[in-house]
């Protein structure tokens, strides 16, 4: 079989988490809930926390400029910031060009994306699309939330689940760092009502009784997300895999949405991935959205897990319903 031909490569990668811990132990003292049933029920131990005046912007902005020195890029060569974010700064402008002044890229042109969970691989789609059209030759992707901030903090089936942070990645043209060989994005918008924020939109604006009624707060529905997460991400994962011309057995690590522990390792056994080969960091982060890839895959390469010739499977899925895949050769 010939090799897949890459369609952009990552040059770099970063990440940032706040300093603030919020472990398992004190959201006893907060809702009705308890170390065991969170650890045994989602993976989950602890999960870091954004400081009150801590901006989604600037996570992003540290994580981004983790990733350009992870490159070798100077601000000043990027053609373009893609930011994934469901936790903007401010509702517009795109939190991607606070960014640009933070970081220091005046000639970035800059946008943001709302995907959810699938964020920053939605985020490497449209970047790997810039490349190709010949719009832009590097791309700094970012993947923050602050999700504290739109987290209803007396509801115990949804408080101990999320987390702050912001995982990002450079991307450049083919063959010049670690090919992206495979990408595949999806969407139900028929299934929108199981996880999503109901107010601070036009149909419902900001009023007494939304904010009364706790509508400015993400809401999901458990079980019938945990149904379609598990269908989505084997699905999603063989569709990379398949597009980048791989099997199961070249998949050196698995770097999956970090969500609830059950949920990986479900797909993990569907695609035939022992979980040795399964990059996990919920236990220590939680679900930080649009994050959770960037921080997870970075981690992996810092920590060595991923060698060259490698393949990496990365896969998400998020409100919308969304849920996207790539394969990677490092």
Not at 35 to 52: N, S
Not at 142 to 154: C, P
Not at 204 to 209: I, L, V
Not at 253 to 279: D, G, S
């Amino acid at each position: 079989m010939s090799p897949t031909k890459a369609l952009a490569s990552i040059l770099g990668t970063g990440s940032y988490v706040p300093e603030r811990i919020l472990g398992n132990l004190e959201l006893e003292k907060m809702v009705e809930t308890s170390d065991e049933w969170i650890r045994t029920r989602c993976g989950i131990r602890e999960r870091r926390i954004a400081r009150p005046d801590e901006a989604t912007s600037d996570m992003a902005a540290e994580a981004g400029r983790r990733a350009l020195a992870s490159a070798g890029i100077k601000p000043e060569e990027l053609d373009a910031i893609v930011m994934a974010t469901i936790t903007p700064d401010v509702p517009w402008p795109a939190t991607a060009v606070y960014v640009q002044q933070k970081i220091g890229a005046p000639q970035a042109f800059a946008y943001d994306i709302s995907a959810a969970c699938s964020g920053l691989i939605y985020a490497m789609a449209t970047a790997t699309g810039l490349i190709s059209a010949g719009l832009a030759r590097k791309v700094l992707i970012i993947g923050a939330e602050k999700l504290s901030a739109i987290t209803d903090w007396t509801d115990r089936n949804t408080c101990v689940l999320f987390g702050d942070g912001a995982g990002a990645m450079v991307l450049g043209l083919p063959g010049e760092g670690h090919d992206i060989l495979s990408l595949h994005l999806g969407a139900d918008g028929s299934a929108a009502g199981l996880l999503y924020m109901p107010a601070g939109g036009t149909i419902r604006p900001a009023s007494h009784e939304t904010i009364d009624q706790h509508l400015h707060f993400l809401k999901m529905e458990g079980n019938a997300v945990f149904k379609f997460a598990v269908r989505v991400m084997e699905e999603a994962s063989e569709a990379a895999i398949q597009k980048a011309g791989l099997t199961h057995a070249d998949v050196s690590l698995f770097v999956p949405h970090q969500a609830n522990i059950r949920i990986i390792e479900a797909a993990a056994k569907r695609i035939e991935v022992p979980m040795e080969r399964v990059m996990v960091n919920l236990d220590r982060y939680g679900n930080t959205s649009a994050a959770t890839i960037g921080i997870a895959l970075d981690e992996a390469q810092r920590e060595g897990r991923l060698k060259k010739g490698d393949h990496a499977v990365l896969v998400a899925f998020g409100g919308g319903l969304t849920w996207a895949s790539a394969a990677v050769r490092w």
